[in-house]
């Protein structure tokens, strides 16, 4: 009878020992799958008894499972019948026998231990032996992975089909058969190159059984854990010596004591203080193993004695210390200090200290995916197949502070191990340790790994480990086999910057050195003298001196640094000191062992963190940062004693006409401007006209204006530049350079920063961006209205009966604003929402027939009646924080005697607020006219929006509104609204006056408002998905007139938030206004995943959609001139022959097909590259980089070519504005719009400007589509109901120009310049009177600016009545 059956085996679970084979097995697959089914029917098993007989091993241990072919062992021998189809039908029979050599075969092949028989029959039907194809295993099946086993028969006859004289081999690949469907019959032939014969075969046999854990086996499950421990990691080659003070004992764990004097061959400890007559204590007979309380108990008996050996676990161990405990009569007791027993850990420690204080992280050593490997090149080692031999096979998969990764080309053991071994020859994959400890730092400074209880080896003797020692080092190399003891341990040296401290230094009577760099850093100075520092977190005061006690006593005792005080309770915040800590850029003094019983039973201590401020004497004293619960007061002292060396130089230039560029607003004393690489793993900082500001983050040398970190490992950053002379002017272009640098790329040249300042008053965030790098020369852009020239002012032409000239300082830091360009004869005309209308100048007198009397700043009318003076006008700018104001008093009186007066508050705004006056306020009973202004005159320096984590910066500019504001109601109180901006001041809110420069407020009644605090610090991030923003200097508290009101903001991560709203919270004790905010900008693991369509398309998360650039697409693409050079461009797709980018000669700055499209910060950067040869070019060839910004008015745009070209060879960069990348044009002005970007026609750049030609008629023709085409075209931004319903307001708009021009010129001029904001800009749309609220004017009149105050975005409307 023959059986049939259908077996389908995927081919990418069959592993060939080479590759070659596995090619061959793949290859031919498609037909053995199709004859299987008739092959399997020669497939016969015979066998003469039914006792099973091994003569060589049948069975494998792999951790807690156990395979067993002794069911197959069980037949004499298994035959397989294959007829080949070569045109002869010739027939091959084969003989196979596991774990003993073949049994009553009917044809015998000679050799010994034969497990592999070949024969073939001739003509007359008889089989013919053609030899041994090889012989039984004598190592027995091996485990390959989770249900596949690997048996070898190896060393058959001689084989005659090889170049190299060699024997037959047969492999066969035995896969665990779960089901009886999916069983074969026996064995499979999937290959039979030359000497070698490969089978497969699906058996219940492969199967693994659940290994019993016998007293013997040495194994148990770790605690609380399913992995199984194997105690022969702590199996010594001979033993353990150890001694008490009574006795001598040699011990050994899982194993006999070798080698000693112990006498038996059995004896695990025994007791040899007289080596001549030694007494065994224990055998591995009587061994137990058992967990009490997370130890490990392990026990020998011998007779009447016992030893208990206890294992504990400690992760820091390197190696096993065995101690004695004690003997009680016959029972001794050892102890033993171990990684081996501790639980696996999936994340073990990565950041350690060692005694010294210095602190080490190798975090950048893990891998999330792949392993580090190391490949075996031991002679003795390779591979041993007829194929493969002499080739390096072994191959160590190695990670560190996390477990190794799944590979795709092998397959580790599962479970939390830190090391393992496979090989592609002999199929194996080896656990060498387990997770179990924790880094190691040794008295040489070198870092030591180890990983324990991996698989068995040497026949169970010992069991695989790993130590890896980690040396430090400035280059980065791969770790390196440098050993495999007796016992089985694989050690590695690996020398990496990662095993460098990082720079931590504990120091004495206030001096602490740098230990990078070598400063000392002397606090001395900071001593008060003559009184102590006196600090209010509002409730509390707290007494602080530093570098001793206090001069004042604190609860009657003169030792303390700190002390707190609230009315006439004392407690002692720490006791003085004058150690402190140098860590990694910061200075730390910590003060401990306060007054207890403090929150239960907490002891008070303090902390003072010193930051640099290279302007900042810090006499001042420390300011109060916080509590936290452990009752530990937390300060910051901002002070140039914190500082190292620095450098600072004049950061202005006057040209030869009179112009003046100053970059001192862009020079900071406590702070640096940053670059990140878009890859993350570099950082550039930079200041301007003075040395890097020093600080943890940025451990940059002392005299570079510039340097580069390594972001991987934060060592040494290499200094790009050092400060020697200010600003120049270039070929007409503001630049600075830092010279002088390190040498890179281990030459004699140096490094050197060249920065380009580019004016740009319309820039929303100004910050440095690479732009090219050449050898060793970086380039930046800086595009920033500081940027912009400033004329020479001439006072003298200010009235005679002004007072001042119109510029107040900053005397904190130096700073002069000065509002002399806002002066304007015939002044600036605003009204209110009602009947008031105001005709003002700036530090000036208005000179207009509207305004008849001499020397009036400010005058008010109602329709056209006599216009009353509104105060004299006068030019004393006075500095207040957040705001300047101007203000003009003894003006005519109005009904109720009162003169008029006028109070105008200058703002430094969001970065695009309407810079005009507005009417905000009208006190009825005082007669003051309240004017809010916002303009970048009165601006010293914006505060960043952006926090930088471990992994990336978190950015909240999207959530600035540069109109309208947030609203947030008080859930308990509805009456309460508060109105927030986020790092920027409030916009206007007319009839509610709220103190100018606020950026929230408390409405208290329609016209009165509390401040809640400006915008002063930047955001912190506090802890993971978590930033903190602070507002300070707010209005008097309600409840404590002693404290100023201030508001915090925390910002919680919630990916499914969008952009998110605030809430309000709370307001605690000391007048804090609490608000919580759910955004997605909050979160670390946002990803601007790019779309997976063509590379001009890319999504912007802003707007939530796509980014395409394909408008901008033309089949001739640019013609661009710079200079004496035609540059030819197009983007998504060729501009000539395969480049996106070259010039009229032919030359290719970047082919089309190799490009990279990614946001860098606000701008859209595409880049091409592999162009033609350069030998300057980092990557040796020629490079293109087309930056586009948003601008709605340009329409699709031409690209410029930046000027910083001159200084390149191998780069060219253009800018590109266009409305393609802007939010107006993709969502039309809307937020909840779907409409898409307006392709309108390109705006072309004056080609004297800008030397870019333009393109002729013609040709802007056929590039604008028709006005069908874009009513039909999918991407046309507007459909045809609302194109009529913009054409209509479009000529509105224009009749109102118009009507506005005739009426006056001068207003014309400024509803001309609203009206194109309206319709080109977002936030603006029609809305009425009734919309307004908390507004105190009154009536409708024929001009008024609105503005409405709620939480949509369209803001302000100028409205013709």
Known sequence: MTQQLCVVISPHVIRSHHNAAATTVVKMWPITSLLLAIALQGVRSETSNNDTKVDFPCKVVDGDHVYDLRELAARDYWKYDETLHTGLFESRVMYMSFCHQLRNVPVVCEGENVGVCETKKDDTGNEVPLGSRGQVSSTGPVVT???????????????????????????????????????????TLMSSPGCERTFAWMTKAACPAKAEITRESCTVKFSNSDYILNLHTLHAEMYYNVSSSEAKY?????????????????????????????????????????????????????????????????????????????????????????????????????????????????????????????????????????RNEGIADQLYHINVCGQVNEGRHYHCPPGPIGACQTSFDALTAHNLGFLTSHPSVNEDGSITITY?????????????????????????YEPVLVDETSTCEYIFTWLTPAACPRHLKKGTNCLVEDPLYGNVYDLNPLRNQMKDYNVTDGEHDYLINICGPLLSKCKGEGQSGVCQIKGDEQFSGGMATSNITFNDGTLVINYNGGTGSCAGNNTRSAQIIFLCDQNESGRDGPHFFHEDETCTYHFTWLTMHACPPFSVVDCSVVTDNGTIYDLNELSSSSMNEEYSTSDGNKKFVLNVCRSVVHNKESRCPYNAGACVIDLKHKEKALNIGKVHSGPYIEDGNLKIKYSGGDPCDDSSQLSETIIQFNCDKEELYAYPQLVAQEGCKYIFEWNTPIACPLPLIDHTTSAPDTKGNCTAKNDFTGYVFDLNPLKKKTGYEIQDSGEVHLVLNVCDEVDTKRCPDKGTGACSYIHDNHAASAGKANANLQYHLGFLSLYYTGGQACGNGEQRSTLISFICGAEDAPDIPVLIHEDLDKCIYYINWYTDLACERRINCFVDTWEQRLDLTPLIRSTGSY???????????????????????????????????????????????????????????????????????????????????????????????????????????????RTALACENRQDV?????????????????????????????????????????????????????????????????????????????????????????????TTIIYFSCNMSVGLGYPVPDPIMRDLECVAIFNWETNLTCIEAIYNMDDSSDSKPINSDPVIPDNESHEAEKPSAEEGNSDSPSADQQQTEPESAYSTVSAAISSVLIVTGIIF?????????????????????????????????????????????????????????????????
């Open 145 to 187: 992975e989770d249900g596949w086993l690997s048996y070898v028969f190896e060393s058959g006859a001689k084989c005659n089909k090889s170049i190299h004289e060699t024997t037959y081999k047969t492999y066969v690949h035995l896969y665990c058969a779960r089901d009886t469907a999916s069983e074969t019959a026996g064995p």
């Open 250 to 386: 040699e011990l050994n764990i899982c194993g006999p004591v070798a080698g000693g004097h112990c006498g038996s061959d059995a004896a695990t400890m025994c007791d040899v203080t007289d080596p001549s007559a030694p007494v065994v204590f224990g055998t591995l007979e009587g061994m137990d193993i058992k967990w009490e309380n997370q130890v490990l108990i392990l026990t020998y008996k011998n007779q009447e004695n016992s030893v208990k050996v206890i294992a504990g676990c400690e992760r820091t161990a390197t190696s096993p210390i065995v101690n004695f405990v004690e003997k009680n009569n016959k029972e001794v007791v050892f102890s033993v200090k171990t990684a081996a027993v501790c639980t696996p850990d999936e994340a073990p420690e990565c950041v350690i200290e060692d005694h010294k204080g210095n602190v080490y992280d190798l975090r950048s050593l893990r891998k999330e995916q792949g392993n580090w490997e190391v490949l075996d090149e031991r002679d003795d080692h390779k591979a041993s197949s007829d």
């Open 452 to 476: 324990t209880g991996g698989d068995q080896c040497q026949e169970g003797k010992h069991a695989r480990s790993t130590r890896i020692n980690l040396i430090c080092n400035d280059i980065e």
């Open 967 to 1077: 609203e947030v109601l008080n859930p308990e109180n509805p009456k309460q609204k508060f109105y927030l901006n986020v790092c920027r001041p409030l916009n206007h809110i007319v009839g509610l006056n709220c103190r100018p420069g606020s950026s929230a407020c408390l409405s208290l009644s329609e016209s009165e408002a509390l401040s809640l605090g400006q915008p002063i610090t930047t955001p912190q991030y506090i802890y993971s998905d978590e930033i903190q923003m602070i507002y300070s200097h707010g209005s008097k508290c309600l409840t404590n007139s002693e404290i100023g009101i201030s508001s915090r903001i925390t910002f919680i991560c919630d990916l499914d938030a969008g952009k998110g709203s605030p809430t309000y919270k709370n307001v605690t004790h000391d007048c804090q206004y609490l608000f919580e905010w």
């Open 1090 to 1182: 790019p779309d997976s369509g063509p590379v001009c398309q890319i999504q912007f998360n802003a707007a939530k959609t796509n980014v395409n650039l394909k408008p901008l697409n033309r089949p001739e693409g640019y013609s661009v001139k710079f200079e004496d050079e035609e540059y030819k461009i197009n983007v998504c797709g060729a501009a000539c022959g395969e480049s996106g980018v070259c010039t009229s000669d032919g030359t290719s700055f970047g082919l089309s097909s190799k490009s990279d499209l990614n946001w860098d910060y606000d701008k859209l950067k595409l880049m091409y590259y592999g162009g033609d040869s350069c030998s300057d070019a980092l990557s040796g060839q020629r």
């Open 1297 to 1361: 120009v118009i009507i506005l021009v005739l009426f006056k010129s001068e207003r014309g001029q400024q509803v001309v310049s609203s009206a194109r904001r309206f319709f080109g800009m977002r936030g603006y749309s029609n809305i009425t009177q009734s919309r307004m609220e908390n507004s105190s004017l009154i009536s409708p009149s024929s001009y008024a600016r609105v503005y409405r105050v709620d939480e949509s975005d369209d803001d302000l409307l100028n409205v013709v009545t």
